[in-house]
């Protein structure tokens, strides 16, 4: 058993796990030592549940190679399903309880939605599903922004037009309020369960990458017809990274609702301009590199954030550099470049080294 | 190619752990905030005194598509800042003010607090919308900080004892339509068009026809809207004109309503338009024909070219600065920093007081001022934050607000 | 039925306008083969140039439109140029579309610098009011036809332009398969460059119409309708000239009836609902040519 120290590090996964960790860890102890800003204190929780997310649609645009323009859309299904558990238990369940709970139902309903949007959705290619995925993302979005729930002791109520339609006894609670949407949900979310999370949704995308049948999703994904003939069910494992897409996207959703207090099913959190962003970070990070999606995801979502100082050029700076560096990480010709320097530089250190 | 992603991972992190030391720098300068001195803060001021200053913070929307609404309180905020030290500050006290970006979205409305938080914020002037404004209240409990939010109309914003505001709240102006339109016997049949996406306009549109009913009026078609489809409104305006509805409610803002104007005019429908504070800028829409305003009715605390000597040097002043014409939201900021100097000069407050301090004192002597703004004379304010200040109808004619009494 | 016969009027008003930003779109979107994010954002370029000159400085529309149809021109041209270009033969295709992404950030936050957030009131470019029907039961807006004539025009200058000249050949056989396309000697890029110019030059006309239809102007007008020309163009099917204008017209005539019929409120779930159920019966759209995946 002579291993080396470092052995646990040479798995590609495990740095993953090591860097998330460390990042933790480093935060813990800086937080503890009382030196970080409150803004970036701030900031940590989102940058957890955009990672989950962006992790979780990795796995459907990267490893299963299907364009989804609607994750926000699963978001939007954990975030108000969870919160709406948690408006009901707000006072007779204990916190770290209630949340699990809320935890367990936002991931179970967008598994749900994932898995009936996800039998349409998957007899369609490219563009065509990518228009789906948007279409139903934005209906969920619609109906949750006119949904009014209540619940009262003869049971739960909704309508779809006005509070007033529900029909309500006096004692009755709403729990979601139309374009209000909910309202006062307890915050359970914490750094530290963020990161859990996050470490939670990497060991299950990467043990399924690496498992029997992530490599079925994986040959799906690089020949449809090839898998087909060596009896592949496409449509079982289709299906399945799909839905454990969308409950990822869920489980961020439900941190999301339990970070802040507020909680609207509009355009500026669940649109399809989310929906582009998460993509956004996916692709910058590296298509079908999970890890690439969680730095992608901290660092993008920082970057306007840090950029605060620039008052209102920020989205301006923002855009240039999500240009440039696309160009800088995509390009042929600038990899090409980019291989010679490398090169190069090898070359150099090689005979500094012999010399 | 994989060698290529590996660098590029190499790349980013160098990036995050750059960030992160940036946002742990930025906590270090966190004592010697002062040093960023907001924008044309007026150092030269005559009467005020030295290094100490209140820090006023503003939240609001300064990018995406609730920007005119966001830039036009820092603006308006900034304004009335500046004149202050010009006229020598509050207790001899400088004001200082930092604005920030929430993009009308809650989550960054709370980053941008915290961010104001590091700065050294001592009072906060926000957030300019409903919701963003109450996720902050969430933290300024917490914080103890006073809020005094300019525009969040929602009931909720102000259901903790830190949090004030300047405008209506949503219900109350909802009712108060309802009760305008029944005792002026205006119509009998009335039609709504309302966002459903947006919390003041479906709070307003709700409350108003559960009053409707007491005012003897009948609701004939409330149809709605989104913010994603805010530009076709031939089906809601067709739906109220078959209903027979003599007026139209819009509890709306100005720019979906200069487009339902434009096209009721074009379907050849011409019933009474009535809105609320978030139609008044429809006469300020760059080249919008203002005929078709005519006779539109407004319950509005402030309207644009009122005649009084406060809204009059306020709009010059801000035509000159900005170049545009400041909305009720901005009405609403200028009179909001009036209002935090009258009680931070009732209290006797100095800046030494902290955080808590300044909220514990504000909170009662918020309650004990009368301020004349811009938004109405002789405001006052209970302790449940709401104002006291009563709505005045205007109505468009000739192309400009004219008092509907 | 009259109040039927409104509602398809009004949907075919809402379509038209669709259907010529569609056109436009499509021309990117089926043979560059890109999702160009941005082209809402050309769309509010050439409008807020059409209304510079128009409003500020008084000059006549028939003169701002082709000033505004250049500008977008070789804006569009160059963005091709600096930011599309350089990742067209990246590993994936989604490269490029981030950049797009990108493209469209930068553009909105120029113009939120330049001219501010406050919405612009956009002098229509049409004065015509247009004509009624059934004892002025039914008025179709002059908008209205004049957006239709000039999309069937551009339609069918398209549909020659495409199939009967050496350069729109090599389109087509740069949409079917840009390394065969190479080998017949077929300059690829300098295709791409002409596609992309005429696919901006007809935002700027799209922009012209969209303002004068719905004129309200901030530096985010374009970004609903280049989503829901996206909508259209895969509704009509992908590549296809008429479909994208089919496309345009079918999806503003489903969002009025909708509307008059089931909901306001709930009207984008409808919409939304009904592209899938069009979808899922037919996979490739409208007009969309079924391709068999070889093996």
Not at chain 2, 16 to 21: E, F, G, K
Not at chain 2, 256 to 278: N, R, V, W
Not at chain 3, 227 to 256: D, N, Q, R, T
Not at chain 3, 269 to 293: D, R, S
Request: hydrophobic share 50%; proline share 3%; net charge neutral.
């Amino acid at each position: 058993m002579k291993e080396n120290k470092f052995s646990f590090l040479k798995k590609k996964e495990n740095v993953t796990y090591a860097i998330v960790i460390a990042v933790w860890i480093i935060m813990e102890i800086l937080l503890k030592a009382g030196v970080v800003s409150s803004h970036l204190s701030g900031l940590l929780v989102p940058m957890c549940y955009y990672a989950i997310v962006a992790v979780g649609l990795n796995l459907c645009v990267g490893i299963l190679g299907e364009l989804s323009l609607g994750h926000a859309g699963f978001m939007c299904i954990g975030a108000f399903f969870s919160a709406a558990f948690s408006q009901i238990f707000k006072d007779s369940l204990p916190g770290g309880l209630r949340f699990f709970l809320a935890l367990v139902i936002g991931i179970a309903f967008s598994a749900l939605f994932g898995f009936l949007i996800g039998i349409p959705v998957l007899r369609l290619n490219g563009d065509y599903l990518a228009i789906v995925t948007l279409a139903f993302g934005e209906i969920i979005k619609n109906i949750l922004n006119s949904l009014y729930l209540g619940l009262d002791s003869k049971g739960f109520h909704f309508s779809l037009t006005s509070m007033l339609e529900l029909g309500m006894e006096p004692d009755g609670k709403t729990l979601i309020n139309g374009a209000m949407g909910v309202t006062g949900t307890p915050r359970d979310a914490n750094f530290t369960i963020a990161i859990f999370l996050l470490i939670v949704s990497l060991i299950v995308v990467q043990n399924l990458i690496n498992s029997r049948d992530g490599r079925a999703i994986m040959s799906i994904r690089d020949n449809r017809i090839a898998a087909e003939s060596i009896g592949i069910n496409v449509t079982k494992y289709k299906m399945l990274a799909f839905t454990m897409s969308a409950a990822i996207a869920g489980m961020a959703g439900v941190l999301f609702s339990h970070n802040i207090s507020t909680l609207q099913a509009t355009g500026q959190y669940f649109g399809y301009n989310v929906s582009i962003m998460i993509l956004v970070y996916v692709v910058l990070g590296g298509i079908g590199s999970i890890r690439g999606s969680v730095v992608a995801a901290a660092v993008l979502y920082l970057l306007p954030e840090l950029l605060r100082g620039l008052n209102k050029y920020r989205m301006l700076i923002y855009s240039i550099v999500l240009i440039v560096v696309m160009i800088i990480n995509w390009a042929p010709a600038v990899l090409d470049k980019r291989q010679e320097l490398m090169m190069k530089f090898r070359k150099g250190n090689r005979k500094n080294g012999t010399a | 190619m994989k060698k290529f992603r590996k660098a590029a991972s190499v790349v980013l992190a160098a990036l995050m752990t750059a960030s992160m030391v940036a946002g742990c720098g930025s906590s270090a300068s966190q004592g010697s905030g002062s040093g960023e001195t907001a924008g044309s803060a007026a150092s030269e001021a005559a009467g005020a005194s030295g290094d100490a200053a209140f820090k006023i913070g503003v939240i609001g929307p300064l990018t995406g598509g609730a920007a005119a609404y966001g830039t036009c309180v820092a603006n308006s905020a900034q304004l009335a800042v500046d004149e202050i030290n010009a006229a020598g500050g509050v207790n001899g006290y400088r004001l200082e003010l930092k604005s920030e970006d929430d993009e009308l979205d809650a989550q960054k409305s709370v980053n941008a607090y915290n961010t104001l938080k590091d700065w050294g914020m001592q009072m906060l002037l926000g957030s300019v919308t409903s919701a963003c404004s109450l996720a902050v209240s969430e933290e300024t409990k917490a914080d103890n900080m006073f809020q005094l939010t300019p525009s969040g109309s929602a009931k909720e914003c102000v259901q903790y004892d830190n949090v004030f505001r300047v405008c209506f709240s949503d219900p109350a102006q909802g009712t108060a339509s309802a009760e305008y339109i029944g005792q002026h016997k205006l119509a009998s049949k009335v039609g709504i068009i309302y966002d459903s996406s947006d919390v003041y306009s479906s709070g307003i549109a709700t409350n108003f026809v559960a009053e409707a009913a007491n005012q003897g009026f009948e609701v004939v078609s409330q149809e709605a809207f989104t913010a994603d489809n805010n530009t076709d409104f031939s089906v809601q305006l067709q739906k109220a004109k078959d209903g027979g509805a003599e007026l139209v409610f819009l509890p709306i803002y100005y720019k979906e309503a200069s487009l339902i104007l434009q096209q009721a005019d074009k379907m050849g429908y011409k019933p009474t338009f009535f809105g609320c504070d978030g139609l008044d800028g429809i006469l300020g829409v760059e080249n919008f024909d203002a005929s078709l305003a005519e006779g539109t009715m407004l319950l509005t605390p402030f309207a644009a070219d009122a005649t009084d000597d406060l809204t009059v040097n306020f709009v010059t002043k801000y035509k000159e600065l900005y170049g545009e014409t400041p909305n009720q939201f901005g009405a609403d900021a200028y009179d909001g920093v009036y209002a935090i100097k009258a009680a931070i000069e009732k209290g006797a407050i100095t800046p030494e007081a902290g955080v808590s301090g300044i909220c514990e004192s504000l909170k009662k002597t918020m309650t004990e001022i009368s301020v004349d703004g811009l938004t109405s004379e002789g405001m006052t304010w209970d302790a449940t934050g709401e104002p006291n200040k009563s709505p005045k109808a205007v109505v468009i004619k000739d192309g400009a607000y004219v008092s509907a009494e | 039925m009259l109040s039927f016969l409104t509602s398809l009027v009004n949907g075919l008003s809402l379509g038209s306008i669709y259907a010529i930003i569609a056109l436009g779109y499509t021309m990117v979107y089926g043979i560059a083969k890109m999702l160009n994010f941005a082209h809402g954002d050309f769309i509010m370029v050439g409008s807020y140039v059409i209304f510079i000159f128009v409003s500020n400085l008084g000059l006549s529309p028939v003169l701002a439109i082709p000033v505004a149809v250049v500008l977008c021109l070789i804006l569009g041209v160059t963005t091709e140029r600096v930011a599309y270009r350089p990742l067209r033969n990246a590993a994936s295709p989604l490269a490029v579309l981030i950049t797009a992404i990108g493209v469209s950030y930068l553009l909105e936050n120029v113009a939120l610098l330049i001219f501010g957030a406050d919405t612009k009131s956009f002098t229509s470019v049409i004065p015509w009011s247009g004509i009624t029907l059934a004892g002025g039961e039914i008025r179709i807006q002059g908008v209205t036809i004049v957006t239709i004539i000039t999309s069937i025009v551009i339609l069918l200058a398209l549909q020659f332009f495409v199939h009967k000249t050496r350069e729109g050949q090599a389109m087509l056989a740069v949409a079917q398969d840009r390394s065969a396309a190479t080998l017949m000697g077929i300059d690829v890029n300098k295709t791409i460059s002409l596609t992309f110019a005429i696919g901006s030059a007809l935002a700027a006309i799209a922009g012209a119409f969209l303002c004068s239809a719905y004129p309200s102007l901030t530096p985010y007008t374009g970004a609903m309708p280049g989503i829901k020309a996206f909508v259209a163009a895969v509704l009509g099917g992908i590549g296809s000239i008429p479909g994208a204008m089919l496309g345009g017209l079918v999806l503003g005539v489903i969002e009025i009836l909708a509307r008059t019929y089931i909901s306001t409120q709930l009207s984008d779930a409808i919409v939304f609902g009904i592209l899938v159920i069009v979808l899922l019966v037919k996979p490739t759209g409208i007009l969309g040519k079924i391709t068999q995946e070889k093996v």
